[in-house]
Every structure is written in C-alpha cells, then in structure tokens.
Nanobody, 124 residues
Framework: QVQLVESGGGSVQAGGSLRLSCAAS????????MGWFRQTPGKEREGVAI???????HYADSVKGRFTISKDNAKNTLYLQMNSLKPEDTAMYYC??????????????????WGHGTQVTVSS
C-alpha cells in the first residue's frame, strides 16, 4: 500500500521559512516523478515543484529562487524548503507521486498518489 505523509507546515510571518517533508512508504520514491502541489479555496491545485528519477527539477515561476525541492533516497523522503515566504504562498501543500520515472509537465492530473496535505499560512 503506497502512502505519502506530509509534515512541516505551520504559521509563519512573511519573510520566514519552513521545510516540508514527505515520507513515502510502499515504494521507492527515487524511481518516480515526485512533486509538491498547493491549493487554496476556490482554486485548482497547482504544481509548485517537481523532480524526476534522474534528479531533473522544475519550479513554478512564482517560487523560483525561493523554494527548493530535494529528496533523500536513503530516507525515502521528499522535501520542500521554502524561504522568503509571502502571504500568497498560503495554501494546503500536497506531496504527490507519478507512477512513471519522468515528469512530463507537473500537472496535478498526471499524479497517481497523494498525501493528505499540510497547511502553510503566511501572515503579513
């Protein structure tokens, strides 16, 4: 049974930092496309950052230079380091996996497994 469990969310002031973690079980995440997505009420889930099995990374324009996606294969864990947080970053953040080694664009519809999310709230 594949499970993805996010942690690390919370409330911070603008300019602060958070590190999100996604612990995977049931499969080896290094073999697949992995990604972080976020969603706010009334909006569709959007891709934040994705990383494929070879380590190729893509970021949404809105987070470039501020967020860093990485993975620790030994720990089977995916991370999202978020720096210089802005109020518009406030959202529920989800970890997701595609049952394929390469990421084709970071669309939510491509992903096969999802965590339950962790809330990030940034105050001004």
């Amino acid at each position: 049974q594949v499970q993805l469990v996010e942690s690390g969310g919370g409330s911070v002031q603008a300019g602060g930092s958070l590190r999100l973690s996604c612990a995977a079980s049931g499969y080896t995440l290094s073999n697949y496309c992995m990604g972080w997505f976020r969603q706010t009420p009334g909006k569709e889930r959007e891709g934040v950052a994705i990383i494929d099995s070879d380590g190729s990374i893509h970021y949404a324009d809105s987070v470039k230079g501020r967020f860093t996606i990485s993975k620790d294969n030994a720990k089977n864990t995916l991370y999202l380091q978020m720096n210089s947080l802005k109020p518009e970053d406030t959202a529920m953040y989800y970890c997701a996996a595609d049952h394929f080694p390469y990421c084709s664009g970071g669309y939510a519809s491509e992903m096969d497994d999802w965590g339950h999310g962790t809330q990030v709230t940034v105050s001004s």
